[in-house]
T-cell receptor, first 114, second 115 residues
Framework: GDSVTQMEGPVTLSEEAFLTINCTYT??????LFWYVQYPGEGLQLLLKATKADDKGSNKGFEATYRKETTSFHLEKGSVQVSDSAVYFCALSRSWDSNYQLIWGAGTKLIIKP | NAGVTQTPKFQVLKTGQSMTLQCAQDMNHEYMSWYRQDPGMGLRLIHY???????DQGEVPNGYNVSRSTTEDFPLRLLSAAPSQTSVYFCASSAIRTGGTYGYTFGSGTRLTVV
């Protein structure tokens, strides 16, 4: 079945470091891909999305490119801040799915040290 | 502000008690769902609804009931609380026509402890 695999955390970085959080997926057809962020004590917020191959989603300095050839949607940021500490979830949506479900990765906790 | 509102934010129950977690959205979204989030387990779908009068089970439905009498509200009922139901519960909604493109809007969560 369809699935999303994220790198295990926690990922610990120093402020201003470069960030990559890996996400790969398995799906038939052409899903939409999402990154959500969950700050401590809060609900999930949509961070960015891409709906077709080679699309690049971006928001708040984060970027991810939909790579169909490698079935990946890795999250990157050039210079992280302490305020980026959160849990990041990768997810896919199958537009042909009549149940309208998102398939979720397990989440990756990011810790940024000053 | 438009969005998904969950109440209460925190709740402590004794084993065997029942309660209802409330979820309301004001975006006229057809799709609504309940998730639970446990440490190291990510998000697990409990129940979902694609419109008023229509509900279906997700991955972990046992011990929970839902109903959808209006587009706006989607309450989650715990029939007889058990310690295994200690978790953080999230409600999410989306417009069915755009959910595949725009994703879900989440509430801020209800932290439930069953003692």
């Amino acid at each position: 079945g369809d699935s999303v695999t994220q790198m295990e955390g926690p990922v610990t970085l120093s402020e201003e470091a470069f960030l990559t959080i890996n996400c790969t997926y398995t799906a038939t057809g052409y899903p939409s891909l999402f990154w959500y962020v969950q700050y401590p004590g809060e609900g999930l917020q949509l961070l960015l999305k891409a709906t077709k191959a080679d699309d690049k989603g971006s928001n708040k300095g984060f970027e991810a490119t939909y790579r169909k050839e490698t079935t990946s949607f890795h999250l990157e940021k050039g210079s992280v801040q302490v305020s980026d500490s959160a849990v990041y979830f990768c997810a896919l949506s199958r537009s042909w799915d009549s149940n309208y479900q998102l398939i979720w990765g397990a989440g990756t906790k990011l810790i940024i040290k000053p | 502000n438009a969005g998904v509102t969950q109440t209460p934010k925190f709740q402590v129950l004794k084993t065997g008690q029942s309660m209802t977690l409330q979820c309301a959205q004001d975006m006229n979204h057809e799709y609504m769902s309940w998730y639970r989030q446990d440490p190291g387990m990510g998000l697990r779908l409990i129940h979902y609804s694609v419109g008023a009068g229509i509900t279906d089970q997700g991955e972990v439905p046992n011990g929970y009931n839902v109903s959808r009498s209006t587009t706006e509200d989607f309450p989650l009922r715990l029939l007889s609380a058990a310690p295994s139901q200690t978790s953080v519960y999230f409600c999410a909604s989306s417009a069915i026509r755009t959910g595949g493109t725009y994703g879900y809007t989440f509430g801020s969560g209800t932290r439930l402890t069953v003692v």
